[in-house]
């Protein structure tokens, strides 16, 4: 029964602030409507079980999506651009003072200009 929680963890990692809690309640409704057990202590152990699990799978597949995220940025040549917002933002609110017009915007947005 727990590989059936590491896969949802592992399949539906990508919206994990909704499928934890969604397993967990699921996972509770489904082992005492079967007759696995009832009472308070076991709803909130099954809970436990159930948050451990898919939070397992979760993290897998998070680190799985970052790290292939990074080899396929390297592959195509993107290189940190693709880290995170940080660097877009960094240009975009880059104002240019140098210029005879005065202040103005610079809108490099991520090129070597900025």
Do not use: H, K
Not at 38 to 55: H, I, K, L, Q
Not at 65 to 91: D, I
């Amino acid at each position: 029964m727990v590989p059936t929680l590491l896969l949802v963890g592992l399949v539906l990692g990508r919206w994990w602030q909704v499928v934890i809690p969604a397993a967990t309640i699921y996972w509770v409704v489904l082992l005492v409507a079967t007759g696995v057990g009832s009472g308070f202590a076991f709803g909130v152990s099954a809970a436990f079980v159930a948050v451990t699990n898919v939070t397992v799978g979760v993290l897998v597949f998070q680190a799985t999506r970052l790290a292939l995220r990074g080899v396929f940025a390297n592959q195509l040549g993107l290189g940190r651009r693709l880290a995170g917002p940080s660097t877009v933002s960094a240009c975009v609110a880059t104002f240019v003072a140098d210029d005879e017009r005065g202040p103005r915007l610079s809108m490099c947005l991520g090129s070597s200009s900025c």
